[in-house]
């Protein structure tokens, strides 16, 4: 994994439940936080070793390329591989691109912050626009959904949880 933005997002996740963990201490909580951070520190020595001046520590994920085959691989120009592609008749695969859910960022009424800052963030305003930001980014309910039972921890029988899901759900795809 060497995608930045979801290096990004399990930063803000294990912050997220650093901070859990310093209101309330909890083997659940710490067992996330254990596998998030592993799934960090794996992401981030790959992205460190991809660069072109590339940490000494190599990345065991990777395979080991010989001198002699990295100077006997043919290499070709993008524009004659593409040019090969569209002769052959393939379509060029198109990257879906996600682009930040603003609607969500203004979809809360101001009692609503109010109350959600007081009764789910512990009257801390910063973690609720960070969690909000956090959950613009995402692409679909489900996932903001994990990371708020899951991640956060947060209880589903809660009726401010309860509440605050709802208003999200409004905003993202299903």
């Known amino acids: 994994m060497t995608d930045i933005n979801k290096l990004i997002r399990l930063n803000v996740e294990i912050e997220g439940l650093l901070r859990v963990l310093a209101d309330r201490d ?15 520190t794996e992401g981030m020595e790959a992205l460190l070793n991809s660069g072109t001046h590339p940490v000494s520590v190599p ?5 080991e390329v010989k001198d002699q085959e990295a100077e006997s691989a043919e290499v070709l120009d993008e524009t004659d591989a593409a040019t090969d592609a569209i002769e052959r008749g393939e379509e060029k695969q198109t990257k879906k691109v996600f682009t930040r859910n ?3 960022l203004k979809a809360f009424t101001l009692n609503d912050k109010f109350r959600f800052i007081r009764d789910i ?9 960070d969690t909000l ?9 489900s996932e903001a959904e994990d990371y708020l039972y899951n991640d956060m921890m947060l209880d589903r029988e809660n009726p401010a949880v309860v509440d605050f899901v709802a208003v999200i ?4 795809p299903a």
Do not use: C, I
């Open 102 to 104: 603003t609607a969500l």
């Open 133 to 141: 930001s956090l959950l613009a980014d995402m692409e679909e309910l």
């Open 169 to 172: 759900s409004r905003y993202m």
């Open 59 to 63: 990345d065991p994920h990777l395979p």
């Open 26 to 40: 909890n083997a659940g909580v710490r067992e996330s936080l254990a596998e998030k951070f592993a799934v960090y």
């Open 121 to 129: 963030f512990n009257g801390n305003e910063r973690d609720f626009n």
